[in-house]
């Protein structure tokens, strides 16, 4: 009988508890799944997010400003009494943020930053502003003139200053991109981003 656990023994059929635990805790860390890295978010949906954020859900008692902010215009047949529900604002939102990037397409990387800004204050707006006649001139030192856009009634305005600066800091383009963020926006002029339009219609 001795000589029969002696034997086990060195087989290594009867391994010490600590020694056990070791090789168990290997044998899972082998057989862990890998880590499958967090998928990034496109700017396009960080600006659809920020808008979302600070624009909130329109009711009826925001008429004629329905789902994230959008502006009814003559001949949409939006019902005064009904909250568009979240499905319905987010598809009409990026709508609207495609239209506003379409209009500055000519300035590429920056179409974004500035369809964000147009989407607030308007495009007539925008094209009028410091920031567009810098970045016409070539001068990406836009930081303050893009943030001054933050006043209410001729006042600063702290939430609407906060939103400039979290636009400003996700979506502005450091180094200067050759001009081709217009077509890499989901539209229809980008074969690459037709598969994602689904996503958008509703």
């Not at 990034?40 to 600070?54: G, L, N, R, T």
């Not at 006649?133 to 702290?158: F, M, P, Q, S, T």
């Not at 979290?166 to 963020?181: D, P, Q």
């Amino acid at each position: 009988m001795m000589l029969a656990v002696a034997g086990m023994m060195l087989c290594g059929l009867l391994t010490p508890p600590r020694v056990v635990s070791d090789m168990a805790v290997t044998a899972v860390k082998a057989k862990a799944a890998p880590t499958i890295p967090r998928p990034q978010v496109s700017p396009f949906e960080q600006a659809v997010e920020i808008i979302k954020k600070y624009e909130g859900m329109h009711s009826p008692k925001h008429w004629p400003f329905v789902g994230y902010g959008h502006k009814v215009l003559p001949g949409e047949k939006f019902s005064r009494k009904r909250t568009l529900s979240q499905k319905e604002a987010e598809a009409l939102l990026r709508k609207d943020l495609l239209k506003n990037c379409a209009v500055f397409r000519e300035f590429g990387a920056d179409s974004l930053l500035l369809g964000v800004l147009a989407y607030n204050i308007g495009s007539g707006a925008t094209l009028r502003s410091s920031v567009v006649k810098k970045l016409k001139e070539g001068d990406r030192n836009i930081r303050e003139n893009y943030i001054a856009h933050c006043r209410y009634r001729g006042k600063v305005h702290n939430q609407i200053k906060r939103r400039r600066i979290e636009e400003f800091e996700n979506l502005f383009v450091e180094e200067k991109v050759a001009r081709t963020s217009y077509n890499r926006m989901p539209g229809r002029r980008n074969q690459a981003y037709r598969p994602r339009l689904a996503l958008y219609k509703h």
